[in-house]
């Protein structure tokens, strides 16, 4: 039998206003032949909101649309869903990657949000209540985060006009200016912050994979792990699908033909249980 492909997608943001998944059929080509998908995170916003039946609606869809198309789900919560499943955190590859969300990486989960100081105060509570003995694990750290992450209520919930939501969204991130620094700021130590991460949780794995930040990357260090963004379905940036197949793990684009979305460019590819290589140019 042939190895069989598992794909890592994140931040897919369905249901939002502002993100570019209107209709999870847009997905269909990023799914043929796909033996494991993999959602690391913010699928869908699950937290408390002035429109629960959306809400509903959206995670319901989500669900049944993959459990539809491919054989194995792995469902990773985010900030924005974090009790989509009882999944925190993923190991492929025999150890050898490392998919998580990437919030846990920030003190304040969004660093860039008009609640940043609410959820630092509460993450502070949160630890302080930790036994002694757990503070320091992976496991307490991300339960932490999503209890607080769950008790946050939606931003820009459904039921408002999509012009309204988009100038709500863009004035909760860019005003007042400070935020610019804040986001640009997350961006820059992303790939040090996970690696850190890695080398304390996970110290065999050679690939450590992400999302939150909507900012996609792929970080190749002298020493530590290699470091991957998938970005965000969301503007401006876009996103990036992962793949782990027959000894490799490939990065590519994703691009938007058609009206759906597509495996675009090969933009990294790397040897699993072998050295590290970058295509050529």
Known sequence: MAPGLTRILSDLHYGDHTGRLSRLEELNPLLEGVDHLVLNGDSVDTRPSAHPDHTARCRAELLAFCADRVPRLSLITGNHDPDLSYCHHLDLAG????????????????????????????????????????????????????????????????????????????????????????ILHSWLVLPARAARLGARHRPSARFIVTGHTHYPGCWL???????????????????????????ALRVHTVERRNSYFHLGRLRAEFALAGPARLPER
């Open 95 to 182: 150890g050898e990657v490392f998919v998580v969300h990437g919030d846990i990486l920030y003190p304040s989960l969004v660093p860039w949000s008009r609640d940043a100081p609410v959820v630092r105060r509460r993450l502070r509570e949160e630890f302080r209540r930790a036994a002694p003995g757990s503070r320091g694990s992976l496991a307490a750290r991300v339960a932490a985060f999503r209890r607080v992450s769950a008790s946050l209520p939606q931003r820009h919930p459904a039921g408002i006009p999509a012009w309204q939501a988009l100038l709500s969204f863009l004035a909760d991130t860019v005003w007042p200016p400070h935020r610019t620094a804040l």
């Open 221 to 247: 260090h002298r020493q530590g792990p290699v470091v991957i963004n998938t970005g965000s379905f969301t503007h401006p940036f876009g996103a990036l699908a992962v793949e782990v197949r027959e000894g």
